[in-house]
């Protein structure tokens, strides 16, 4: 996938680049990638349950409370709250750090701000657990919940025109979120529909990392081939 380059900005030839933005978008995206250890994360924690956990019936939110029931009891908790914690920091360092790949402006910055409530209530979920107060942790993990089909519809318009490619990832990531609201709203398989929501944006953001993180390797290489392909030119001739 090659994602929309910095608004304005050519597409890194080497003579003319920014040093300091290539280094920071290529750190950003890296960071990104760190997301998909979040899958790891749960796999470990599930494991280490006392009980069987079902990732058909339970929620995430189970894998990080810190009271056991005869039901529920996650030992690692630790490491799934933490998990949670890292994901929301790492959300709010990308968008900030990919904020110039989007048109300056309104767009930027409310891209921008929502990524920054979807990261602070990410967070929130491991400090306002479930078995604390079931009302107070639905309210600090709704933002998050919301705000994600909106920022992956609002991408899907934005760079419909500009990338094509992006613009179809999001809207495919999009419709699997609120598809997995709308079963989770009849109840179907709480586990499964839970991460129908969840796991889109994680995902859009991860894959996207990956694609920005390689594009200098991207480039380096399409380079190579040019002056191979002028060094045997002038040779031939």
Not at 122 to 151: E, K, Q, W
Not at 168 to 177: D, E, H, I, K, N
């Amino acid at each position: 996938m090659t994602f929309v380059r910095p608004a304005g900005q050519a597409e890194y030839p080497s003579d003319t680049a920014d040093r300091q933005n290539r280094l920071r978008h290529t750190a950003t995206g890296l960071a990104w990638t760190l997301i998909f250890a979040y899958v790891v994360a749960e796999l470990v924690t599930a494991t280490a349950w006392r009980t069987a956990y079902s990732f058909r019936y339970d929620t995430i939110s189970d894998l990080g409370v810190t009271a056991c029931t005869p039901s529920v009891c996650s030992p690692l908790h630790l490491v799934m709250n933490a998990t949670f914690v890292a994901l929301g920091l790492i959300t709010i360092i990308g968008a900030m750090g990919f904020r110039d790949y989007l048109p300056h402006g309104l767009r930027q910055w409310s891209i921008v701000a929502l990524a920054v409530v979807i990261g602070l209530s990410t967070a929130a979920t491991a400090m306002f657990l479930s078995n604390d107060g079931v009302v107070v942790h639905f309210l600090a993990v709704l933002p998050a919940f919301v705000s994600r089909h909106i920022v992956l519809i609002l991408l899907t318009v934005w760079l419909w025109k500009q990338r094509r490619l992006v613009a179809v990832w999001s809207a495919f990531c999009a419709a699997t979120g609120i598809t997995g609201t709308v079963l989770l709203a009849i109840g179907l398989q709480v586990g499964i529909t839970e991460r129908l929501v969840f796991y889109p944006l994680p995902t859009w953001m991860a894959v996207t990392g990956t694609a920005i993180a390689l594009t200098p390797l991207r480039i380096r290489a399409r380079q190579r081939i040019r002056s191979r392909t002028a060094t045997a030119t002038l040779t031939s001739n």
